[in-house]
């Protein structure tokens, strides 16, 4: 079992910038992989970025691209979504979530957190 809890959510203007954090606990050393993604009222839940647990490989939507950064805090389990040059449309809930085994779902997920960005 893998625990995941994000942080770091809030309200920010456009152009501003966050930092979300994901903490994982448990068997974290069976993670393969962490993505992020995001739901917006009354939309589906959809594809933020992707990073191999060492995040030596990062993947990102288009929507996001140049804009947000996936790191990971050497030593610790902790993963960041860096969020820069926010728009109203990056408003969401985001979740964290990971898989266990490479070609599988990610079959761990967060509560989520919440990003407002005013215009």
């Known amino acids: 079992q893998v625990q995941l809890v994000e942080s770091g959510g809030g309200l920010v203007q456009a152009g501003g910038s966050l930092r979300l954090s994901c903490v994982a606990s448990?068997?974290?050393?069976?993670?393969?992989?962490v993505a992020w993604y995001r739901q917006a009222p009354g939309k589906d839940r959809e594809f933020v970025a992707a990073?191999?647990?060492?995040?030596?490989?990062?993947s990102y939507a288009d929507s996001v691209e140049g804009r947000f950064t996936v790191s990971r805090d050497n030593g610790k389990a902790t993963v960041y979504l860096r969020m820069s040059s926010l728009i109203p449309d990056d408003t969401a809930v985001y979740y964290c979530?990971?898989?266990?085994?490479?070609?599988?779902?990610?079959?761990?997920w967060g509560q989520g957190t919440q990003v407002t960005v005013s215009s």
């Open positions: 990073a191999t647990w060492i995040c030596s490989a990062a």
């Open positions: 448990g068997r974290t050393s069976s993670i393969y992989a």
């Open positions: 979530a990971v898989k266990t085994v490479r070609s599988g779902p990610y079959n761990y």
